[in-house]
């Protein structure tokens, strides 16, 4: 009979698997320390996003971060509910919709930040300067 490896110490070859573990239990951490300002990681991404910007498109908002354009949808709403940003058309090209950050949206957000910011030094601190520096060079590759 072969010995049988306990769970924690599977390896998994495939990138996505790796990937998705990884990107579920840093996600966790980040929710949690977000928790405080009722923000998902998503959430403080949208606002990250917008902060210090007049609007953007929604396709663009959805390419530059990665969302498909109906869950980007479904993101704002409860952002657009509470306040903290806008959805309107566009005045240049009313096919188009753009999102805006409001005041409230805006001082969420700089609290929200040093929440967010601990989690990250947190997280920075997990791994050497080069091995982040590496991480992002092979992230930026890998989602070509």
Request: aromatic fraction near 6%; charge should be positive.
């Given at each position: 009979m ?36 009722n ?91 080069d ?14």
């Open positions: 072969a010995d049988k490896k306990p769970q924690t110490q599977w390896k998994f070859e495939c990138v996505v698997q790796n990937m998705r573990r990884a990107s579920r239990l840093i996600s966790r951490r980040y929710e949690e320390a977000l928790r405080p300002v923000l998902t990681s998503s959430q403080f991404t949208i606002l990250q996003s917008l902060n210090g910007r007049k609007g953007i498109p929604l396709g663009l908002m959805a390419e530059i971060l990665g969302f498909e354009q109906t869950t980007l949808s479904r993101l704002l709403k409860p952002l657009e509910k509470r306040g903290l940003l806008i959805v309107q058309k566009n005045p240049k090209d009313r096919r188009q919709k753009i999102a805006s950050i409001t005041n409230t949206g805006e001082n969420l957000f700089a609290e929200a930040k040093i929440h967010w910011q601990r989690e990250h030094d947190e997280s920075l601190a997990r791994m050497k300067q091995d982040w520096l590496m991480m992002q060079s092979v992230m930026s590759r890998l989602s070509e």
